[in-house]
């Protein structure tokens, strides 16, 4: 088929745009890369629809190329491409390099055995470097912003494989001096050079060589990828951020070299920030962090090459490089910056923060660098929030929030405020009004007075409970701070019941220190409030957050007169939430009588049976329990009962739940006595459980039922005493018991595995017979021997014997039921099978590898069994 039309292309990169997964999806999906590829050599095509493939290609690489083979592929056409276009101007050279680097960085198949970047590397190195490559690249007015293009790139590529250009540090330096675009070649300098210095640093490679001025070692052979195989690909972020660098300097390994590599380095260094004049403002910041980084790992680089920089930065009016000038700071600090620097930042921050006409984006900036602010010397534990030592109240006064200002101003400046306030000792500063804390006071009263206004907007409100959330969160130390904030909004909620779900959104957030009395005194609020009027709701949505274990009975007092208004279905079910809060807390017998009138007085059957409900598990439910049952349930169900969906959630905790085996069960020694034969279980304990109960069951009826097993607790790592299991056979049969463990978690609630299946063996059923009289001696044994026939049958099976003989034999695995012995060549042995069988063993010993062995039994089902049981004791020896 041949390569479609304008049109057709319009169409499909439409319906591309629309939906690229339901495209790729569909069946013109799988073509669609392969397509653009074709149709970008089509000579039918336009220029401009060819750049609109490549486009599509730059924008979505990961949907056309989705692994490293179909990247591969992709580059390799991109790079054919790019060759076969005609010498003449065109705007495809400079999309196809991106379009190529791309493919390989977006694709991963960026690597040594990558044919496309063996390629793709050279070329972009060549193109950077100036180099002529021949007619095929274009006319020489194009040569510069090839050359712009191929060092971006480059600088695509060096970040998704830091070290890649480490070997051509020297030509990049040499290229910064000579005619052609500063901006990319600073860019891409600085970015290699700062990955160089972190790999290197791991590595414990050289550094002078790998500044020092020459050729690319890329022309005489293949590309060096050393640095890039001992480095690591994750070096990130690139965007100037002194947190960033903070991070960076943690990771990058501290490393002092030689006298010549410092050389060479300082060199480096101070050629890039000489090109820093003739650079945007947002290149000049990103230049700054990457060269601040890459000296901040290497001990004994005094930092003071940026101090021309720093002189020239320090009155900036660019928000980029105002922040490059802190992200500086972060890293270096005192070794860069004296306190006559930090001082004029600080005072520089301030008066810009108060300038009237700045935007509101701007003056957020400021403010943040300001609460952000990189210190010489902090005080306090690391990542501790405070306040510069160097800025006073007197300098931030006319940085004081007020209620004139945007929401967002105003809660930035109030954080600068209660950073300041956590300084302060109550003393009144000299020239000022009144201290940071009693601006503060007023207000935070001024918010809630206007939040408190009936009917106000809700955004009054919600900004009342985010400077509320701000201060306790700023000053949660400080009693004379949190106990005016509490009181006043305590009033709050007095004016304003209706503001209830702010009050509880606001105790899911903030610290004990506030939380705490504001909830003992919303309680009372809402407890001394008659139970009938029209905020009723709200009341109740509040005691629900606010009801603990204290004062419950006037917490049931104020439940049992506002049941009798609460006559609609969500007021029943508000004053339902409230029973459920106490019954968290333990209840009592005054919740039992309220739940047991309720069920009896509410006109909506679901809440009868919701008060039903919580009756009955407050009356059968000890503590622990009743939490797990009261818990929140895993499934939400879209049920119109709401009895029902929380029906499901009880089930959950109180009904048995399947869960895997807590425990490993194994056979171990067997004792023989008693009249019955008995098993001894290991139990190995891989979670702790209570209450263990094991079940075991036989098909069939070969053994009566077992009884069950108990244990009252099992630990991990604490040995447990062995299980014993009495077995009753019906007839001497071997059989594989299914066993079945119940148990309870810490948590409270009731699980049931099913474990691995026991089996037991036909030689688990063997016991002895009682011990003959003195004096009886092989008499005995004869006596059973004639008394199994003729009603019973006699067998012969020759039992192989292992290296060690047959009294081996006897003695590990027959020694209890011998009754005659005349060792090592005869013995006679005796053994009682459950319920009531009998079997009589004759083993000979012979000069072979094996014994004769005579059998009788009164049992003939016994034969088959015996005989397998002899033929193996060989092997189990």
């Given at each position: 088929?041949?390569?479609?039309?304008?049109?057709?292309?319009?169409?499909?990169?439409?319906?591309?745009r629309a939906s690229p997964s339901a495209f790729m999806?569909?069946?013109?999906?799988?073509?669609?890369?392969?397509?653009?590829?074709?149709?970008?050599?089509?000579?039918?095509?336009?220029?401009?629809?060819?750049?609109?493939?490549?486009?599509?290609?730059?924008?979505?690489?990961?949907?056309?190329?989705?692994?490293?083979?179909?990247?591969?592929?992709?580059?390799t056409s991109l790079l054919d491409t790019l060759v076969l276009l005609p010498p003449r101007l065109s705007a495809l050279r400079r999309l196809l390099l991106l379009a190529a680097t791309t493919a390989l960085a977006a694709g991963g198949a960026l690597g040594p055995t990558s044919g496309a970047s063996c390629r793709l590397l050279p070329l972009l190195l060549g193109l950077a470097s100036g180099s002529d490559l021949g007619p095929g690249f274009g006319p020489t007015s194009e040569q510069r912003s090839l050359q712009a293009t191929a060092c971006e790139c480059l600088r695509e590529l060096e970040s998704c494989k830091p070290g890649l250009l480490g070997g051509a540090l020297g030509l990049l330096r040499g290229l910064l001096g000579q005619a052609g675009p500063v901006q990319p070649l600073s860019l891409l300098l600085a970015l290699a050079l700062r990955n160089t210095l972190v790999v290197q640093s791991r590595a414990g490679a050289g550094l002078r060589g790998l500044l020092m001025a020459g050729v690319s070692p890329t022309r005489d052979g293949p590309w060096d990828w050393t640095l890039v195989e001992e480095g690591d690909a994750h070096l990130q972020p690139q965007a100037p951020s002194w947190p960033a660098a903070e991070e960076g300097e943690r990771r990058l390994a501290a490393r002092e070299p030689s006298p010549e590599e410092a050389r060479e380095l300082r060199a480096a260094v101070a050629q890039l920030l000489d090109t820093t004049y003739l650079l945007t403002p947002v290149a000049q910041a990103q230049l700054l962090?990457?060269?601040?980084?890459?000296?901040?790992?290497?001990?004994?680089?005094?930092?003071?090459?940026?101090?021309?920089?720093?002189?020239?930065?320090?009155?900036?009016?660019?928000?980029?490089?105002?922040?490059?000038?802190?992200?500086?700071?972060?890293?270096?600090?005192?070794?860069l910056f004296t306190v006559q620097d930090e001082a004029l930042l600080l005072r520089r921050l301030t008066l810009a923060a108060q300038h009237p006409a700045l935007p509101l984006p701007t003056h957020l900036f400021y403010l943040h660098c300001l609460l952000s602010f990189p210190e010489n010397w902090p005080l306090g534990p690391e990542g501790e929030e405070a306040a510069p030592l160097l800025l006073r109240p007197q300098l931030c006064h006319g940085l004081l929030p007020s209620l004139l200002h945007e929401p967002m101003a105003l809660l930035a400046r109030l954080h600068l405020l209660?950073?300041?306030?956590?300084?302060?000792?109550?003393?009144?500063?000299?020239?000022?009004v009144q201290s940071p804390?009693?601006?503060?006071?007023?207000?935070?009263?001024?918010?809630?007075?206007?939040?408190?206004?009936?009917?106000?907007?809700?955004?009054?409100?919600?900004?009342?409970?985010?400077?509320?959330?701000?201060?306790?969160?700023?000053?949660?130390?400080?009693?004379?701070?949190?106990?005016?904030?509490?009181?006043?909004?305590?009033?709050?909620?007095?004016?304003?019941?209706?503001?209830?779900?702010?009050?509880?959104?606001?105790?899911?957030?903030?610290?004990?220190?506030?939380?705490?009395?504001?909830?003992?005194?919303?309680?009372?609020?809402?407890?001394?409030?008659?139970?009938?009027?029209?905020a009723l709701r709200w009341h109740l949505q509040m005691l629900a957050k606010v009801a603990d274990g204290s004062a419950q009975s006037a917490t049931l007092s104020f439940l049992q007169a506002a049941a009798a208004h609460c006559t609609g279905w969500d007021l029943q079910q508000a004053l339902l939430r409230v029973c459920r809060a106490l019954l968290h807390v333990g209840g009592g017998d005054g919740l039992a009588d309220l739940l047991q009138a309720l069920a009896r007085q509410l006109e909506d059957p679901d809440g009868r049976?919701?008060?039903?409900?919580?009756?009955?598990?407050?009356?059968?439910?000890?503590?622990?329990?009743?939490?797990?049952?009261?818990?929140?349930?895993?499934?939400?169900?879209?049920?119109?009962?709401?009895?029902v969906a929380e029906n499901q959630g009880f089930a959950a905790a109180l009904m048995v739940q399947e869960a895997p085996a807590p425990i490993r069960l194994s056979m171990g020694p067997r004792e023989i006595k008693g009249p019955l034969p008995v098993l001894q279980l290991q139990v190995e304990a891989l979670e702790p459980i209570y209450s263990l109960e094991l079940r075991f069951r036989v098909e069939?009826?070969?053994?009566?039922?077992?009884?069950?097993v108990h244990m009252p607790c099992l630990c991990p790592g604490r040995p447990a005493r062995p299980l014993l299991l009495p077995l009753q056979p019906r007839r001497p049969a071997p059989a594989w018991l299914d066993v079945h463990a119940l148990y309870t978690t810490p948590t409270g609630l009731t699980c049931h595995a099913r474990l691995p299946p026991l089996s037991v063996n036909f030689s688990d059923l063997f016991l002895p017979f009682p011990h003959p009289p003195e004096g009886a001696g092989p008499g005995f044994f004869e006596e059973l021997w004639h008394s199994c026939l003729p009603e019973g049958t006699e067998s012969r099976v020759w039992c192989p014997l292992g290296p060690q003989g047959l009294e081996h034999l006897v003695s590990h695995h027959l020694e209890p039921f011998v009754v005659v012995a005349q060792p090592p060549t005869s013995y006679c042995i005796a053994i009682r099978l459950p319920p009531n069988s009998r079997l009589l063993l004759r083993l000979e010993a012979t000069q072979g590898d094996g014994a004769p062995v005579a059998l009788r039994t009164d049992d003939w089902a016994v034969l088959p069994l015996a005989g397998d049981y002899l033929r193996r004791l060989s092997a189990a020896v």
């Open positions: 088929m041949g390569p479609l039309s304008r049109e057709a292309w319009a169409q499909r990169l439409a319906a591309f999806a569909g069946p013109e999906g799988e073509d669609l890369g392969r397509d653009l590829l074709s149709d970008l050599r089509s000579e039918k095509l336009s220029e401009q629809t060819k750049v609109s493939l490549l486009v599509l290609s730059l924008e979505y690489p990961v949907q056309l190329w989705p692994d490293a083979p179909a990247a591969e592929v992709a580059a962090w990457l060269l601040g980084w890459a000296l901040r790992g290497l001990q004994g680089q005094p930092p003071a090459l940026f101090k021309p920089q720093l002189v020239r930065l320090l009155g900036t009016a660019q928000l980029t490089l105002l922040h490059a000038v802190l992200a500086l700071k972060a890293a270096f600090g005192e070794a209660c950073l300041l306030c956590a300084e302060d000792e109550e003393e009144e500063e000299k020239g000022l804390r009693g601006s503060l006071e007023e207000l935070m009263a001024s918010l809630q007075q206007r939040a408190a206004l009936d009917g106000g907007p809700r955004a009054l409100a919600t900004l009342c409970f985010q400077a509320s959330y701000l201060v306790a969160h700023c000053l949660a130390g400080q009693p004379t701070v949190l106990t005016p904030l509490i009181h006043g909004l305590t009033q709050l909620y007095r004016a304003r019941p209706v503001l209830a779900p702010h009050f509880v959104d606001l105790l899911d957030q903030v610290v004990p220190e506030l939380g705490e009395p504001l909830r003992v005194l919303l309680r009372q609020e809402v407890v001394s409030r008659p139970g009938r009027d029209e049976d919701h008060a039903r409900l919580y009756y009955i598990l407050l009356a059968h439910l000890a503590g622990p329990k009743l939490g797990v049952a009261l818990a929140p349930s895993l499934t939400a169900p879209a049920l119109a009962s709401s009895l069939g009826q070969i053994y009566a039922p077992l009884e069950a």
